[in-house]
C-alpha cells in the first residue's frame, strides 16, 4: 500500500499559526473526534486552533477533551466567521463537498486560508490544496492518528487525543465490526490504549449514557415503524416530526436506528427517514457488496461509503418515502 505524503502538511504547519477546524452537519463521534483529536494535537504544537461546527451536535460526544472552545456557527455566527476570515488554514474533516456545511460552506469558501482535506468519503469536490484523503481508512480519526504519526509526533499523542481518537474509530466502525476494520486498525487502537485511551470508559460515555425517552423511542421505532418489504431483503423505518417530538426528542437521539434492521437475518439494504423542520434526512446501511453511496448519490442527493450513506429529499415525509419504495420496487432492483 502507497503510504501517504504528509510533507505538504509538514510544510503548510510550519507557516501557518492561527487554524481552524470545520466538520459537517449534525457531527458525530468521528466528526467531533477527529476535529477535537487534531485540536488537542495542534495545541502541542503552539497553534492558535478553533473548532467551527455547522451546527448542534448529540450530548454523549459533549465529554471530548476540547469540547468546551467548540464554537457552533449557528449560534456564534458573527465570531465563528470572523475567526474563519482570519485563518491561515482550515482543516476541513470528515467531508468532501461544501455542501455538507451548509452555510458555513460559502464563510469557508470564500476565505483566503489554505483549505485542506482530511476525508476517507468517496468521490471528493476538488476544492482544497492539501489533500489527505483514503476510502480504505475506517475513520477520520484513523487518518489523524496517521498524520500525527506521519508528522513524526507519535510521542505528542496523549490521552486526550487518545480518548479522542478511539471515538471516532468506535463509532464509524460500529464497535469495530464492519468491513473497514482491518488488522491495522486494531493496532492503530492499541496504541491509542496505551497513550491513554480507556476503552470501557469511553464506550459507557457515548453508549451507556441514553435518556429513558431516546429507549422509549427506540422501542416505539422497531416495534411500530419498522417495515420489512417481502422478497427484497430491504427493511426501512420512518419517524415523523410528531413522533419524535412526543418523545421529547434530542439531538442524537436516532443515531445507530438505521443499523437496527440489518441484525435481521436476510436484510441486506437498511432505510431510516427521519424528518425535521420540514426536512427529511435519510440514512442509509448496507451488507456484502451493495453500493449504498451510489444510490444515494443518484436517487436523493447524498453520499458517503459503499455500506453507509446518507441522503436527503425536499419531499414530504410520505412522498419521500413513496419515492423510495418506487425505485426499491423494480423488478430489477437488488440489494
Sequence with gaps: MKKPNFAPFKALL???????IVTHWSPDGDAMGSSLGLYNYLLKLKKKVTVIVPNEYPEFLKWL??????????TDTVKAEAIVQKADAIF??????????????????????VK??????????????????DVKCCSTCEMVYNLIVGLGHKKLIDKKIAACLYTGIMTDTGSFRFPSVTAN??????????SGAVPSQVHEAVYDTYAYNRLKLIGYSILQKMIVLPGKNIAYISLSEEELNQFNYQKGDTEGLVNYP???????????????????KISFRSKGKFDVNQF???HFGGGGHI?????????????????????????????
Design 65 to 74: 477533551p476540547g469540547d468546551n472552545k467548540v464554537l457552533n456557527h449557528q
Design 185 to 194: 486498525t486494531h493496532l492503530i487502537l492499541a496504541d491509542l490504549i496505551r
Design 296 to 298: 444515494a448519490r443518484t
Design 92 to 113: 476541513t474533516l470528515d467531508f468532501n463537498s461544501y455542501k455538507r456545511i451548509e452555510k458555513l460552506g460559502e464563510v469557508v469558501a470564500g476565505s483566503t486560508a
Design 262 to 280: 440489518l441484525t435481521m437475518k436476510g436484510i441486506k439494504f437498511s432505510a431510516f427517514f427521519s424528518e425535521m423542520d420540514g426536512k427529511v
Design 307 to 335: 455500506n453507509a450513506a446518507g441522503g436527503k429529499s425536499d419531499l414530504s415525509l410520505n412522498d419521500t418515502i413513496s419515492k423510495f419504495l418506487e425505485i426499491v420496487g423494480q423488478p430489477e432492483f437488488t440489494a
Design 116 to 133: 485542506v482535506l482530511i476525508d476517507h468519503h468517496q468521490q471528493p469536490d476538488k476544492f482544497a490544496k492539501v489533500v489527505y484523503h
Design 14 to 20: 510550519k507557516k501557518s499559526n492561527t487554524i481552524v
